[in-house]
């Protein structure tokens, strides 16, 4: 077993994920209650990911971030290194791959509020910030979990995006996904099978959690949870 | 006192209102459909107008021009027939949610003074999902009182209140509001709330000002109106149209 690979992950995964949900919030609140034609494009690009080869986006973020775009120079005189091939650089990737993974479960969640409790809060003196942080947030909480629990694992079983952006840089970008290839194109199935065991378990486990708790199915039932 | 002039156009509806409502208490009567909920959500600014090239809102509260004001700002409070109290805060928080700038002390006691006034000094500190409909639209008038507002707009809300209970209520709440200043307008259905509270009323049809005046006077022209209207539809169309032609 990679431990170095595999703390490597959890790492990636738990940066994408604090990441993702301090972005999604805001972004799903604006999503789910704002108003006009521009929202369509916002989700529209939010949602890309989904169905863009996570090569094409790993490869575009490549040379978006390296030292042949002004982008990528601006990066480089402020970090001092480009962020391609660097984990700072996956967790990049990693936020805006696993995008939808969070922003669609909390924007679904919070437009299953009751929509009289954002009026009622709106005619007390709450502003946006308040509404979200008092109202939204704790009555869509279960939608915050998956949304977590979701960016979560999208983080940790990515391959694509980490490959083009990272590369196989031990302790800095190779992740298990990264030695799981390494292991099959060694043809070392023995190993192989141990790291596709620890990631297929770590899936397993944390929507067996989800599922557990409930949060999938109150999330489905939000809107009669709020009235 | 209000003065407004709004257009919305929505859908198939179409409302065009030019008021003034000075008087204490303005009750807004009128079948469903007539725009009562609609006027009374474009005072409070929860419907933005502008949607359609026609559509504007100009409203003065006290001759101050809180139309483009957020709702939050314009002075008013408001209790729609559904509570809608944050469920999962307490009686307490719902009622001090409005109460944010305040200290801790001053908030506190402005908050049983609320509870005492709807009669729900008991319900302090019980969680929202435990009240009865009816205990639910009291704690709702005490969120909506606690800021204060200038405007206090009320949608049907004693719906959930037995006829005793609500005359109880507005028994304890008009000498309160009017030692405040605090204007209300009121939609309902029910007349009979227009003569307990004195209330001057303005009648709606169809998203237009049909009436305004003292309860009596346009409830019994309202109640003759519709007496007419239905003797003329108890008539067979063969009898119309024979008596037409004669």
Same mark, same amino acid.
Not at chain 2, 59 to 75: A, E
Not at chain 2, 122 to 136: D, F, I, K, M, T
């Given at each position: 077993?990679?431990?170095?690979?595999?703390?490597?992950?959890?790492?990636?995964?738990?940066?994408?994920?604090?990441?993702?949900?301090?972005?999604?919030?805001?972004?799903?609140?604006?999503?789910?209650?704002?108003?006009?034609?521009?929202?369509?494009?916002?989700?529209?690009?939010?949602?890309?990911?989904?169905?863009?080869?996570?090569?094409?986006?790993? !490869? !575009?973020?490549?040379?978006?971030?390296?030292?042949?775009?002004?982008?990528?120079?601006?990066?480089?005189?402020?970090?001092?290194?480009?962020?391609? =091939?660097?984990?700072?650089?996956? &967790?990049?990737?990693?936020?805006?791959?696993?995008?939808? !993974?969070?922003?669609?479960?909390?924007?679904?969640?919070?437009?299953?509020?009751?929509?009289?409790?954002?009026?009622?809060?709106?005619?007390?003196?709450?502003?946006?910030?308040?509404?979200?942080?008092?109202?939204?947030?704790?009555?869509?909480?279960?939608?915050?979990?998956?949304?977590?629990?979701?960016?979560?694992?999208?983080?940790?079983?990515? =391959?694509?995006?980490?490959?083009?952006?990272?590369?196989?840089?031990?302790?800095?970008?190779?992740?298990?996904?990264? &030695?799981?290839?390494?292991?099959?194109?060694? =043809?070392?199935?023995?190993?192989?099978?141990?790291?596709?065991?620890?990631?297929?378990?770590?899936?397993?486990?944390?929507?067996?959690?989800?599922?557990?708790?409930?949060?999938?199915?109150?999330?489905?039932?939000?809107?009669?949870?709020?009235? | 006192?209000?003065?407004?002039?709004?257009?919305?156009?929505?859908?198939?509806?179409?409302?065009?209102?030019?008021? $003034?409502?000075?008087?204490?208490?303005? +009750?807004?009567?009128?079948?469903?459909?007539?725009?009562?909920? #609609? /006027?009374?959500?474009?005072?409070?600014?929860?419907?933005?107008?502008?949607?359609?090239?026609?559509? #504007?809102?100009?409203?003065?509260?006290?001759?101050?021009?809180?139309?483009?004001?957020?709702?939050?700002?314009? @002075?008013?409070?408001?209790?729609?027939? %559904?509570?809608?109290?944050?469920?999962?805060?307490? +009686?307490?928080?719902?009622?001090?949610?409005? /109460?944010? @700038?305040?200290?801790?002390?001053?908030?506190?006691?402005? *908050?049983?003074?609320?509870?005492?006034? +709807?009669?729900?000094?008991?319900? /302090?500190?019980?969680? *929202? %999902?435990?009240?009865? @409909?009816?205990?639910?639209?009291?704690?709702? /008038?005490?969120?909506?009182?606690?800021?204060?507002?200038?405007?206090?707009?009320?949608?049907?809300?004693?719906?959930?209140?037995?006829? #005793?209970?609500?005359?109880?209520?507005?028994?304890?709440?008009?000498?309160?509001?009017?030692?405040?200043? *605090?204007?209300?307008?009121?939609?309902?259905?029910?007349?009979?709330?227009?003569?307990?509270?004195?209330?001057?009323?303005?009648?709606?049809?169809?998203?237009?000002?049909?009436?305004?005046?003292?309860? *009596?006077? +346009?409830?019994?022209?309202?109640?003759?109106?519709?007496? $007419?209207?239905?003797? #003329?539809?108890? $008539?067979?169309?063969?009898?119309?149209?024979?008596?037409?032609?004669?």
């Amino acid at each position: 077993m990679d431990w170095q690979a595999l703390i490597l992950t959890l790492k990636l995964a738990a940066a994408t994920t604090t990441i993702l949900l301090a972005v999604a919030v805001p972004l799903g609140a604006l999503l789910a209650l704002g108003r006009g034609r521009w929202l369509a494009v916002l989700e529209a690009v939010t949602a890309l990911p989904l169905v863009l080869p996570p090569t094409v986006l790993g !490869f !575009f973020l490549l040379v978006l971030l390296g030292p042949k775009t002004a982008f990528g120079r601006a990066i480089v005189s402020v970090l001092g290194h480009p962020l391609a =091939f660097s984990f700072a650089g996956l &967790v990049v990737g990693s936020v805006i791959y696993s995008l939808p !993974f969070a922003v669609q479960p909390i924007s679904a969640g919070f437009a299953a509020v009751n929509p009289a409790l954002v009026d009622a809060a709106r005619l007390l003196g709450a502003g946006p910030a308040r509404i979200v942080g008092t109202v939204l947030v704790p009555l869509a909480r279960r939608s915050l979990v998956i949304a977590a629990v979701l960016s979560f694992l999208h983080t940790v079983g990515e =391959f694509g995006v980490v490959l083009m952006l990272g590369g196989d840089i031990p302790g800095a970008t190779r992740t298990l996904s990264i &030695v799981l290839y390494d292991q099959v194109e060694s =043809f070392d199935y023995a190993t192989a099978a141990r790291t596709a065991a620890v990631l297929l378990a770590m899936s397993v486990a944390a929507l067996a959690a989800i599922y557990a708790s409930g949060a999938a199915r109150s999330a489905r039932a939000g809107s009669t949870l709020n009235d | 006192m209000i003065e407004c002039s709004l257009n919305l156009r929505h859908g198939g509806f179409y409302l065009h209102i030019e008021a $003034r409502f000075a008087a204490e208490w303005t +009750v807004l009567f009128g079948p469903s459909g007539a725009g009562k909920s #609609t /006027l009374l959500r474009l005072l409070a600014g929860l419907d933005r107008t502008g949607a359609g090239q026609a559509d #504007t809102a100009r409203i003065l509260l006290d001759g101050r021009d809180i139309s483009g004001l957020k709702p939050g700002r314009r @002075g008013i409070g408001m209790v729609a027939q %559904q509570p809608a109290l944050f469920p999962h805060l307490s +009686v307490s928080a719902n009622v001090a949610f409005g /109460l944010h @700038g305040l200290n801790q002390p001053t908030r506190s006691k402005r *908050v049983e003074e609320m509870l005492a006034l +709807v009669g729900a000094e008991s319900l /302090l500190n019980r969680r *929202v %999902q435990h009240l009865s @409909g009816g205990e639910a639209q009291r704690i709702a /008038l005490a969120r909506a009182l606690a800021p204060m507002p200038r405007l206090l707009l009320l949608d049907e809300p004693f719906s959930a209140l037995d006829g #005793t209970a609500s005359d109880v209520l507005l028994e304890r709440l008009q000498p309160w509001l009017r030692e405040r200043n *605090v204007q209300v307008i009121q939609a309902t259905h029910d007349a009979t709330d227009a003569f307990l509270t004195g209330a001057e009323v303005v009648l709606l049809h169809e998203g237009k000002r049909a009436a305004q005046g003292p309860a *009596v006077e +346009v409830l019994l022209a309202e109640r003759e109106r519709l007496e $007419r209207s239905l003797r #003329t539809a108890e $008539r067979p169309a063969w009898n119309q149209s024979s008596s037409e032609a004669h």
